[in-house]
């Protein structure tokens, strides 16, 4: 999965300790890797046996190294949780961000964020479990980026309100009901094991974020246009 | 017993909560537990089972008494939120710490909410874009509404659930009617609410 440690790389922020003992010890590049992959078999234990019933012994087992070790990288298993949380949610953003551009219209930075947000989830399947299926109630600190994530993307959404054609007021829910309403879909998708799949739901998800704000029929046409 | 288990995870978390709360809160053996229920998972998804068939109960008896689609939905809602309101423990359970529980669970709260379904299939005849529409459009509907109360209630504001029909309604016809015939809906919703 190269989405993990695409970003583990660069995730040097956490309790990330080189093992004392120079020559003796792994490299920095080992201890780098070795993060990552704990961050991945988290992501996966969890995808199969859920939060409260994944083992930090497990985890550690799957990547092969000691339980000692794994509290070298991690302070217990809701760390290492979160780090893996984190880690998807950065690459998510990203991936949300880099489809904005001055310059381009608001309809087409909905669309492409919408594109790389299903991207990165259909490329790490079991983080993309993790991230809408488990994380959200599984610690309060979860809970607590999932409700400031999805008050970041409601608000790129919300701009569409100036796009509306519609006389009628909007509810100021409409956003963050457009964006749950893609959330249902993504969440469908991946409880019924379709993850990897995920970019064939763009059109429902792009046509959900639009339907408020632009009407019916604009938001089918935008959808048909990224359909097949 | 089950009641015991959906006031203790409602007040602590599922993770959190002992067999031992659960028997003391009752007024039970550990022994008549174990009798019932071969872990805390089980007594928590037999609590889970009691609360959702009651629930979806209440809101299909709702959803009859009228007959236009959107009073339909309007009406579910309301039963919906109306219930969710007066038990915030229980509201609490059945959105934040059921789903937290393991896959199990959560299946189950995929199910739940996978039985609100089949209320909208009669907005996509309504419609008049029946075909058009994604195929996913059920599971939108239902996302919009869920995201709402979720948000209310983990801010541990379940009891004002009722206020936010008009809101909600919007959110769960909109994929079916358009914004312009949603908001006269919801415009309707809040007069008479």
């Not at chain 1, 409409?174 to 991946?190: D, F, P, S």
């Not at chain 1, 429902?204 to 974020?209: F, K, N, R, T």
Request: hydrophobic letters at 45%; aromatic letters at 6%.
């Amino acid at each position: 999965m190269m989405f993990v440690m695409a970003v583990s790389d660069r995730d040097m922020g956490g309790p990330f300790r080189v093992p004392a003992g120079g020559m003796e010890g792994p490299g920095p590049a080992v201890v780098r890797d070795r993060r990552g992959h704990l961050l991945e078999a988290m992501a996966s234990v969890c995808a199969e046996r859920g939060y409260p019933g994944t083992e930090v012994s497990e985890v550690a087992a799957r990547v092969g190294v000691s339980e000692a070790e794994f509290y070298e990288h991690f302070r217990d298993k809701e760390d290492c949780f979160l780090a893996a949380i984190n880690a998807g949610l950065a690459e998510l953003i990203t991936a949300a961000t880099s489809a904005y551009s001055a310059d381009k219209p608001l309809v087409a930075v909905v669309r492409d964020a919408a594109a790389g947000i299903l991207d990165v989830l259909a490329e790490a399947p079991e983080v993309a479990h993790i991230g809408f299926v488990d994380y959200r109630t599984a610690t309060p600190a979860a809970l607590e980026t999932y409700e400031s994530g999805t008050r970041v993307l409601s608000s790129l959404l919300d701009q569409l309100r100036v796009d509306s054609p519609s006389d009628a007021t909007l509810p100021s829910a409409a956003a963050r009901a457009a964006l749950g309403g893609a959330e249902g879909v993504i969440r469908g998708e991946i409880a019924a094991g379709r993850a990897t799949e995920l970019r064939e739901s763009l059109p429902a998800v792009l046509y959900g974020c639009l339907v408020p704000f632009l009407g019916q029929e604009e938001a089918l046409r935008q959808a048909e246009l990224v359909s097949g | 017993m089950l009641r015991a288990m959906a006031r203790a995870v409602a007040e602590r978390g599922y993770e959190d909560v002992s067999v031992a709360d659960v028997v003391e809160a009752a007024g039970v053996s550990r022994s008549t537990f174990y009798e019932e229920f071969a872990s805390k998972e089980e007594c928590l998804l037999a609590a889970y089972d009691a609360l959702l068939e009651r629930l979806v109960t209440q809101v299909f008896a709702a959803y009859e008494t009228e007959s236009r689609w959107p009073d339909q939905v309007r009406a579910g809602l309301e039963a919906l939120l109306g219930a969710l309101a007066e038990q915030p423990d229980v509201a609490r359970m059945a959105t934040v710490e059921i789903p937290a529980a393991g896959p199990e669970a959560h299946r189950r709260y995929r199910e739940a909410i996978g039985r609100f379904v089949s209320f909208f299939l009669d907005g996509r005849k309504l419609s008049g874009r029946g075909e058009r529409l994604p195929k996913e459009t059920e599971l939108m509907a239902v996302g919009g509404a869920e995201a709402i109360i979720f948000d209310e209630v983990v801010a541990g504001r379940a009891e004002g659930l009722r206020e936010l029909l008009p809101d909600i309604l919007f959110a769960v016809l909109v994929p079916y009617l358009g914004p312009d015939e949603a908001a006269k809906e919801m415009r309707r919703a809040a007069a008479t609410g």
